[in-house]
């Protein structure tokens, strides 16, 4: 009895699968601007329906939790274009000095000034969010906590 229970459990279960639609599958697709063309107008010929989150590259953080902009501040218009098109822009964080990194992540207080600075900064430029890149930590402090 079990065994046909089973059975026709199982035949219900695939059955009703083939049966229904397909579900719907939620995925992030970032789409980056690269540095050397962070002040150009590409943005306007960016086929915005291939992706659902654009990344500004970049802002790092200094040792003492100050932003630098090594290629200025997003254009108004390409976050503008972005939200039109239903695509949230997000901030990428990055720093590849390692110097720079262990120093500022040994700090609480460039930590706390960092996310002062960050959050105004999202604020600012009407952003939807941040995403980080630290890629060069020091070896020794990399497990540290």
Known sequence: MYKLFLLVFLVI?????????????NKVVYGWQSAGDAQSTKYLNQDWKLITHFSWLVI???????????????PAGLITKAHSEGVKVTVCVSDFSSVNMDNFL??????????????????????????????????TNANDS
């Open 60 to 74: 790092n953080p200094n040792a003492s939790g100050g932003i630098v902009t090594p290629v200025g501040n997003p």
């Open 13 to 25: 279960f695939f059955y009703s699968g083939i049966l229904s639609a397909a579900p719907t599958v």
């Open 106 to 139: 040994y700090s609480s207080t460039a930590m706390d000034t960092f996310a002062n600075n960050l959050y105004n900064y999202i604020q600012t430029y009407n952003l939807d969010g941040v995403n980080f890149d630290f890629e060069n930590i020091n070896n």
